[in-house]
């Protein structure tokens, strides 16, 4: 059994019908829309035929779409050439949109050159480029080359010791979360998160237009949102590690065990955390990932993280059904392991010994229960179940499909849609449907907890 869930990034490679439907019988729990890429409408069409294979297969899918977010670039330099840097150059980043030279370019930004200040760095070309700012003024940034050899137009850049001055969600964001909007997606994950502030400046857009509970992860991916990743997780209903920006911000030595900080504080805020970028990166390219790869993945399971995600892996990959399936085993193996070594929910921290998630986690663990089962009005009851992380199932009974997707990211929770089971507060048959016949139960039902033995 599979506790740890699998998000996958849909795009060229597996937006159609036939390879989508294997991808979500192969394991896909969530899949994930990169609003980057393609206009709104393309991205609706993907949701509408998400939905109807989920319908199709009998299987509860979450979709989640991701906003592009403020990424930030330079200006065009006069030729398409590369232009040579030298460490302890000079070099000028300016409002002027004369199209640049060796010496200088556009920065066309305005917030971005108001919020920079002295000794700030200057990453540019996932990093290979590093920048140390020499001096400020309101329409020129003078600084030194630490790191690069050549530079050209249209750079990505980053500021990780800068805390910019500017909205989370871009003109384009807002369009494309207008549109998103009306096709009630489960999930919206935000970028460049730095601070809780942001996640209400999108939650407040949401309420203001629909009633839908759509809720909002937010992306780590930033210096000063993993400082403040307390605030931010409670303010979001979710968090994804985004080691790619990530790894480019921080020293990349540190990402591991800034990845198992943020589990462990998501775990204290019961919200639940992804693992994000290169998991099963060679498989693009590859029909087996490598070894390091399969390590990576595992761990994520270890870690009791709630799901991995996949990225290129399966919006280019040469085989997507293969990655999922690929996944998926290292994630069973690594599930059951791990279940073999008990998680000691006992020492977890900050979690008082009266928490009434806990009390669950507790009666099924020193019961040696086969499963819980929990009547889900809403996401919350097993979700914080979720997050004491009980190595058996959770079994949701939900009366609305939304609250089924939604609850699909959960580690070990396991959503059966059913009108009648729900009415009738039906335990044993949810636990059957399962696929639970045997052992004791602990059932949930609003403030309710009891032990029942399934025979």
């Not at 840097?85 to 060796?102: A, N, R, V």
């Not at 140390?132 to 530079?151: F, H, L």
């Not at 809403?378 to 609250?403: F, G, H, L, Y």
Request: glycine residues 4%; negative net charge.
């Amino acid at each position: 059994m599979r506790f740890t869930k699998i998000t996958a990034s849909i795009g060229p490679k597996c937006e159609d019908r036939e390879t989508l439907t294997k991808m979500i019988a192969a394991g896909v729990n969530m899949c994930r829309l990169n609003f980057s890429h393609d206009t709104g409408d393309v991205q609706g069409k993907k949701i509408d035929l998400i939905r109807e294979i989920s319908s199709e297969l009998n299987t509860p899918v979450a979709v989640m779409i991701d906003l592009q977010g403020p990424k930030h670039r330079i200006g065009n330099f006069a030729t398409e050439d590369k232009y040579p840097l030298t460490i302890g150059q000079k070099f000028i980043f300016d409002s002027d949109s004369t199209p640049g030279d060796g010496t200088r370019v556009q920065l066309p930004d305005a917030d971005v050159m108001k919020s920079l200040n002295v000794g700030d760095r200057i990453l540019l070309n996932d990093g290979k480029i590093e920048m140390t700012v020499d001096s400020v003024a309101p329409d020129k940034i003078v600084a030194t080359v630490v790191r690069g050899t050549e530079i050209w137009s249209r750079r990505g850049f980053n500021l990780p010791d800068t805390e910019i001055a500017t909205s989370v969600l871009t003109d384009k964001d807002r369009a494309d979360l207008e549109y998103a909007i009306t096709k009630n997606p489960d999930w919206v994950a935000i970028s460049f998160v730095q601070k809780p502030e942001d996640v209400a400046e999108v939650r407040d857009f949401i309420t203001a237009r629909t009633a839908h509970p759509i809720k909002i992860i937010a992306k780590i991916e930033r210096p000063n949102a993993v400082e403040r990743i307390s605030e931010i997780a409670s303010a979001a209903d979710g968090i994804m590690i985004a080691r790619g920006d990530l790894a480019v911000e921080v020293p990349f030595e540190e990402v591991p065990a800034i990845s198992r900080h943020i589990i462990r504080e998501c775990r204290k805020m019961n919200k639940p955390v992804i693992m994000a970028t290169q998991m099963l990166g060679t498989m693009v390219n590859s029909e087996f990932p490598t070894r390091a790869e399969i390590t990576d993945v595992a761990n994520a399971a270890y870690l009791r993280a709630d799901s991995t995600m996949t990225s290129e892996e399966t919006t280019i990959g040469i085989n997507p059904v293969n990655v999922i399936d690929t996944m998926s085993k290292i994630l069973t193996y690594a599930d059951a392991d791990a279940i073999a070594n008990p998680y000691d929910w006992s020492r977890v921290e900050n979690i008082p010994e009266n928490d009434w998630s806990r009390s669950v986690a507790s009666m099924a663990y020193l019961n040696r229960a086969s499963a819980i089962v929990v009547f889900a009005r809403d996401t919350d009851a097993a979700m914080q179940i979720s997050c004491r992380k009980p190595d058996i199932p959770i079994v949701a009974v939900c009366n609305e499909r939304v609250i089924a997707n939604q609850l699909c990211l959960l580690r070990g929770v396991f959503p059966v849609f059913s009108d009648e089971l729900f009415a009738h507060r039906d335990g044993f048959n949810a636990a059957r449907r399962f696929g639970v016949t045997s052992g004791k139960l602990v059932i949930v039902d609003e403030e309710k907890i009891s032990l029942r033995t399934l025979d």
